[in-house]
Structure formats: C-alpha cells, structure tokens
C-alpha cells in the first residue's frame, strides 16, 4: 500500500515507497561521496526509511524456486527464549554450534521470518535470531524509538548472550540496524550481511539539518492539531493494517513468488500486533521514528565500517531495487554482492538461494579470518 501520512511536507510525500503493518517509508536522497575512516559522524546521518521484512535478490547465474523440502523452524506461539535487555523482555532463538551469527529481522517482523534459514545455517554454525524492541515477541516498550536503541540492543545481545564476535544478517530495518551496530562495536563483529536493507544516502546539498525554530502558534495550536489528526488517521491505519487479509495483500505485492505467503508467516505477523501496547508503538515508530529521522545516513554508517559486507539483493523489489546495492558497492569497496530474483525478503522467498550464497561467504570469511 502506497500512503502518504498527514503531517508530512509535501517534498517528502513523493519519496514515500509504503506504509503497511510490515512496512515503512523509505525516502530516497542523493548521497555525497565524502569518506571517512571509522569515525562516525553522527550530524549527517540521515536515516530515511524503513521497509518490512520480505524477499529481494537476483543474480546473473541463479533462478527463482519455491522452498520445497527446506527444514522450518517450529512456530511457537509462546515464543522461545527471553532475556532481560533494561528491564525489557526480549525474545530470541539459538540453536546449532559453531562461529556465531546473528540474525535481525525487518520491520514488522520477528524471529519466525527466518525460519527457513536458522535450521539449515544451524548445521554449521551457532544461529541466533532476536526479536527488536517493540516487535515480534519481546516488550511493545513506551519510549521513544531511535535507531540507537536497537544499535545498543543487538551489541548488549552480543556481549551478554553471543559472548564473542558474530557475523550480523539483517533483512531491511534489520540491515541498517545491523550496520550502525558494526560500525558502533567493530571488535563484536566479523561481517555484515544486508538482505535489502533500509537507510538511505545523505544529500550532498544539505550537510546540515538543523531544526526550525518553532512559534508559540505552530507549538500551542498547530502541533497539538496535527498530533491529534495524526493519531486518528494512524489508528485507522494500524487496524486497517493487521487484517489478515491486508497482510496477505502486501505481502503478495512485494513476494514476486507467493507461495510462502501462508498462515505461518501471517500469524507471526499478526500475533505480536494484538500486544496491549501494540498501538502506541506503531504510533510513535510511524511518527517520532520514521517520519523524524533525519540524523543517520548510509554515508556515514559506512563510512565507519571495518569488515567484509556481503549484499544478498533481491532485484525485483518493488521498493529497494538493485540500483542500491550497486551504490553501496561503489562506496564500500570492501562488499560482495549476489543478486537474486526476488522480492524485498529474499531469505524468505528463496531460502535455499540465500542460504547457500550465505553459506559460501561464511567459508570464504571463516578462511581470511581463522578466529571466526
């Protein structure tokens, strides 16, 4: 579903792509070319956008096939494991043994949409999958939601569950979280791989973003108007947005092959939006979240990154297409990339693909870094 939310400046309505139960917007900017050695430079940020967790990927020398016979990881309505992240209840899943790799999913989403990925990467090495704050099964915490927060939560998750540097895999708000996590605590982690990830590059005219100075007008009247409207339009949204139906009917739009759009994958959708919370989170990650964050750039996330990034793209995406991930490339030397014919969450769509690509990448980062 394509919305463009009240409240929005009109030079930003045209750069939303969608805003569903699993979706976010993702504003498009044209990225300065500046490059500096891990020093994040948090001013120029700007993270624009977030897409939910779905298939994206296509490579000059792979197909598209339904998973077929693939191992799936038991639905447990009552969740897995839990660990108590600043007084928060977070969800998450291990299983296997070996070098450790950590998997984060998109936004509206959970462990349970990479499942079938953790069975078969389980064989050979140690799987983790969370669940972010305010989705899936852990806490629908009332805070204020900022990219830092999920930045701090995966690196707590590493020093105190994972105990050792990991490999980080991240499917859309998964990606970049997974990203600001590495460039923030480069000796946690041994690489990145990104599944159409979120964020966007920062725009070369405009280095700086400071606010307007707002007027009694604008914050006794105007704002408390617009914040009420935007509420209503939002809980519309929200209810609107957690129909199983409507959910079958993004995720049909944005897997090019739906046959693993099925009630499993509805469930774990639907499920965690039924939270008493769930509501307010949704509000305040589609207003104070998606639509203010303007700090957080790909530009200098990367610009901070110091170990091997593996881009598994799928191309057919009908919100971030492969024109992305060849700029990411260009910026970052230090990428490999694998394009497949899919939608926005490949790992789900064309699970085998994604994980035998992944899987390759893993040997060839295990045999340059023997510690892994």
């Known amino acids: 579903m394509i919305s463009s939310p009240s409240g929005i400046a009109p030079s930003y309505k045209t750069e939303i792509y969608a805003l569903t139960a699993n979706s976010a917007f993702v504003p498009l900017r044209r990225a300065f070319q500046h490059r500096s050695k891990c020093v994040m430079n948090r001013r120029s940020f700007a993270f624009r956008g977030i897409v939910a967790s779905e298939v994206s990927v296509m490579g000059s020398s792979v197909v598209m096939q339904p998973a077929q016979g693939i191992e799936r990881l038991p639905f447990k309505p009552e969740?897995?494991?839990?660990?108590?992240?600043?007084?928060h209840k977070i969800h998450y899943v291990?299983?296997?043994?070996?070098?450790?790799?950590?998997?984060i999913h998109g936004f509206g989403a959970s462990v349970f949409h990479w499942r079938y990925n953790i069975p078969e990467l389980a064989k050979k090495y140690k799987v983790y999958a969370l669940d972010l704050l305010g989705f899936g099964w852990s806490d629908k915490a009332i805070i204020e939601y900022d990219a830092m927060v999920w930045r701090d939560q995966v690196v707590d998750f590493m020093k105190e569950i994972v105990k050792q540097p990991a490999v980080l895999v991240g499917n859309s708000l998964g990606g970049f979280t997974a990203l600001v996590s590495a460039a923030g605590s480069p000796e946690q982690v041994r690489g990145v791989v990104l599944l159409n990830s979120a964020g966007q590059f920062g725009d070369t005219?405009?280095?700086?973003?400071?606010?307007?100075?707002?007027?009694?007008?604008?914050?006794?009247?105007?704002?408390?108007?617009?914040?009420?409207?935007?509420?209503?339009?939002?809980?519309?949204?929200?209810?609107?947005?957690?129909?199983?139906?409507?959910?079958?009917?993004?995720?049909k739009?944005?897997?090019?092959?739906?046959?693993?759009?099925?009630?499993?994958?509805?469930?774990?959708?639907?499920r965690p939006a039924a939270d008493p919370n769930a509501?307010?989170?949704?509000?305040?990650?589609?207003?104070?979240?998606?639509?203010?964050?303007?700090?957080?750039?790909?530009?200098?996330?990367?610009?901070?990154?110091?170990?091997?990034?593996?881009?598994?793209?799928?191309?057919?995406?009908?919100?971030?297409?492969?024109?992305?991930?060849?700029?990411?490339?260009?910026?970052?030397?230090?990428?490999?990339?694998?394009?497949?014919?899919?939608?926005?969450?490949?790992?789900?769509?064309?699970?085998?693909?994604?994980?035998?690509?992944?899987?390759?990448?893993l040997a060839t980062l295990q045999q340059a870094q023997p510690t892994l």
């Open 253 to 270: 739009s944005v897997y090019i092959n739906s046959e693993n759009v099925d009630d499993y994958l509805v469930e774990s959708i639907t």
């Open 79 to 87: 969740g897995y494991n839990f660990w108590t992240w600043r007084g």
């Open 279 to 361: 509501r307010e989170v949704y509000y305040r990650l589609m207003t104070r979240f998606m639509f203010n964050q303007r700090k957080y750039t790909l530009n200098s996330v990367l610009s901070e990154l110091c170990c091997p990034l593996l881009l598994l793209w799928g191309d057919l995406d009908p919100w971030v297409g492969p024109a992305k991930a060849n700029r990411i490339k260009e910026f970052y030397p230090n990428t490999s990339v694998v394009h497949l014919k899919a939608g926005h969450c490949p790992h789900d769509e064309v699970p085998e693909l994604v994980n035998s690509a992944l899987m390759d990448w």
């Open 205 to 251: 005219n405009k280095l700086t973003d400071e606010p307007e100075e707002e007027t009694s007008f604008q914050k006794f009247l105007v704002k408390p108007l617009k914040d009420f409207f935007q509420r209503i339009f939002l809980g519309v949204l929200f209810w609107q947005t957690k129909q199983p139906a409507r959910i079958v009917s993004v995720l």
């Open 94 to 103: 291990v299983q296997g043994e070996g070098p450790p790799i950590v998997l």
